[in-house]
Structure formats: structure tokens, C-alpha cells
């Protein structure tokens, strides 16, 4: 049986990190491990328990605190962050992404979302609007010259027919069981050959994998989330 992924709540305010935990806990796949309200406590709950997944509440007036993020992956590199955002929030959601989050999701959405979000991001696949896919991939071009355009190029022709099909796949958004489905293989040959595409690319994680399929027009950034 697969166990449930561990999840770690923020919020500062009790109310909402109280109702986090209960609705997240009373869903089927996830467990609640911990509550934090103080990013002390967070740090020291995720050195101690090593959650899957860390949703992290970002009230209107705390997205300037996203250096968290880092601190965090310092110290547990295998945690995925999950950022739920209000719509006033002063997050600079480029900049958390570069940090390393790998879900945003804006409070107006519905908990099914959520749950979601935080499922396929335990998975390792990434949950973005489309207003940041393309925010990300317009910084991600003005960053980009000829000669790393080309270069980026040559690499494409090292890959397998296999491998471009599963960069493609990734590109739509899919995750790696969903891959597997698609291409009728198992996940774990979907992960050696995630792993042979990052080393030939010289890509180190699937969001950045997704940009480049975008950059190439290996596939079209999807019109939803990614």
C-alpha cells in the first residue's frame, strides 16, 4: 500500500493553520505531521521530521518572507514547497520559484485544488498558474543569447526518439505515473530516462526541464497550470 504523503503546515495566524490541518488531514493520501506558526518552528519541525511536502500560508503581508524557502531546502534538499497565496499577497512569485517552490496556489482556489496541487508536487511534478509559466519563460528567453539558444539546440539531438517523447510529456504537465500510463513503461524506467535527459541537457530538476520544452517548441505551454 502507498504510504500517505507527509505534509507540514505553516500559517501564523492559529485559525487557519488549525483549519489547514483538519481539512488536509481528513483527506485520503495525505497526513498531517506537523503545524507550524513561527518559522522557527517550522525549521525545526522539518530538521526533525522530514516532511514530503511543506504547504507554507502566505498572508497579503508576509510574501517578503520567501528567504524561508531557502532555509528550508537547506536543510531537508528533498522537501517540495507548496506556497497558498492570497490575491493581495506581495509574494514575488518568480523569485520563489527560483528558490525552489514547486506549487503556488491562490487562496481563492477550492481545497480540491489544493489537495491537488500538494499530490502531484509529492510526486515531483510542479503545480504553476499560466500567468507565471509565461512570466518564467519571457525571463528565461531575456537571459537566453545565440550561443546558448544553439547550444541548447545540439543538446536536443542527443536525445533519444524515448526521451524527447517523455521531455514532451513533461512539458504537458504530466507526472511521472502519467508518463508511464502514456508511453506503456514503468516508472521506474520513466525515472532513468528523466535522469539521462537531465545529465544531456544539463537541467537539474523538471520545472526548468518544462521551460526548455517551451523554449524549443517541443511543446506549447499548456493554456491551465502546468
Known amino acids: 500500500m502507498r504510504q500517505p504523503v507527509k505534509v507540514t503546515v505553516f500559517a501564523s495566524l ?27 518552528e517550522l525549521l525545526e ?3 526533525a521530521n522530514w516532511p514530503d511536502v511543506v504547504l507554507l500560508c502566505l498572508m497579503d503581508d508576509e510574501g517578503e518572507q520567501i528567504s524561508v524557502i531557502a532555509d528550508l531546502l537547506g536543510i531537508a534538499p528533498d522537501i517540495k514547497v507548496v506556497v497558498l497565496s492570497g490575491p493581495n499577497s506581495n509574494l ?12 503556488i496556489v491562490g487562496t481563492n482556489q477550492s481545497v480540491r485544488v489544493l489537495v491537488r496541487a500538494i ?9 504553476l498558474n499560466q500567468k507565471l509559466v509565461d512570466r518564467l519563460l519571457g525571463d528565461e528567453s531575456d537571459s537566453l543569447n545565440g550561443n546558448s539558444s544553439g547550444h541548447g539546440k545540439e543538446r536536443l539531438h542527443e536525445l533519444t526518439n524515448r526521451e524527447t517523447e517523455i521531455v514532451e510529456l513533461v512539458g504537458r504537465g504530466m507526472n511521472n505515473k502519467e508518463i508511464a500510463r502514456q508511453l506503456t513503461i514503468g516508472e521506474a524506467t520513466v525515472r532513468h530516462h528523466l535522469s539521462s535527459v537531465y545529465s544531456k541537457l544539463d537541467i537539474e530538476d523538471r520545472l526548468n526541464l518544462a521551460i526548455f520544452a517551451y523554449q524549443h517548441r517541443i511543446v506549447r505551454p499548456p493554456t491551465g497550470r502546468l
Do not use: H
Open 14 to 40: 492559529k485559525l487557519i493553520s488549525e483549519y489547514l490541518s483538519a481539512i488536509l488531514a481528513s483527506e485520503r493520501g495525505l497526513a498531517v505531521i506537523d503545524v507550524a506558526e513561527t518559522y522557527s
Open 119 to 127: 499530490q502531484q508536487v509529492s510526486e515531483g511534478d510542479v503545480w
Open 92 to 103: 514575488n512569485q518568480p523569485a520563489s520559484v527560483k528558490l525552489g517552490v514547486r506549487g
Open 45 to 47: 519541525m522539518a530538521s
